[in-house]
């Protein structure tokens, strides 16, 4: 639960290469406020930090439009030392955020890269290549099972140009490769289950990633309510 693999790439002069990482998230009652730790400690660049306020911002949008968004959230880059900068890694936190709100376990046999819109929308992002070949080569280390993948941008499939073994490893079914469009999606891809559609009133539907991030939103809501009213006299 609340634990993605990010895939990032490290350059060392002309040679570049695929590289994961992990990304952890908490969620608790709080007063609608998502702390970026590498922001924080000085690690991470204004792209990166960007990202982060875009994805906070697409939260508090789609889950509580009509209310005070009583969140208080962490993100961060387990075992960094070095600097952190770019959006490709704004749709692996969000996941790891939605996560956390909904207490849903994800997928480790999975990796991630994309960009997000204030919509929940992926975006394309470079390096693509490198980042899906970085993760075969580890997954290929542990033994392909044919439930390791990666999931990236629907607008990044043009731009794939991926080495042989990685090819015949996906023809094979041994290794998979998902594009998506929409955050939802590779939730439904990490999670295993349903996205979820709301109804007139607003509200998803029970089962849903979505109604269980909603109900605890409504629960966190209720809370702070309840907290912050005066005391009966």
């Known amino acids: 639960v609340a634990q993605v693999n990010a895939l990032s790439v490290m350059q060392l002069g002309d040679f570049s290469f695929g590289q994961p990482s992990r990304i952890t998230a908490t969620a608790r009652l709080g007063k609608g406020r998502v702390v970026d730790i590498e922001r924080e400690t000085d690690m991470g660049g204004p792209i990166h930090s960007k990202a982060v306020m875009i994805l906070s911002s697409c939260l508090s949008a789609r889950y509580a439009p009509d209310r005070s968004f009583s969140l208080s959230a962490t993100l961060v880059f387990e075992q960094t030392y070095s600097h952190v900068e770019g959006d490709s890694a704004s749709a692996a936190e969000l996941c790891a955020l939605l996560s956390a709100m909904a207490d849903v376990p994800i997928r480790q046999s999975l990796a991630i890269t994309g960009s997000i819109n204030q919509h929940g929308q992926m975006q394309a992002i470079g390096g693509v290549c490198e980042k899906i070949e ?78 269980m991030v909603q109900y605890r939103l409504a629960e966190w809501f209720t809370l702070r309510q309840h907290y912050t009213s005066p005391e009966p006299r």
């Open 134 to 211: 970085g993760f075969f080569d580890i997954c290929k280390q542990r033994g392909l099972n044919g439930e390791q993948g990666v999931i990236i941008p629907q607008s990044n499939l043009r731009h794939l140009m991926l080495k042989q073994e990685v090819v015949e490893a996906a023809r094979a079914g041994m290794f998979s490769i998902y594009a998506v469009d929409h955050v939802e999606h590779a939730m439904e891809l990490l999670t295993g289950l349903p996205a979820g559609q709301p109804d007139a009133d607003g509200i998803y539907s029970p089962g849903s990633i979505n109604y």
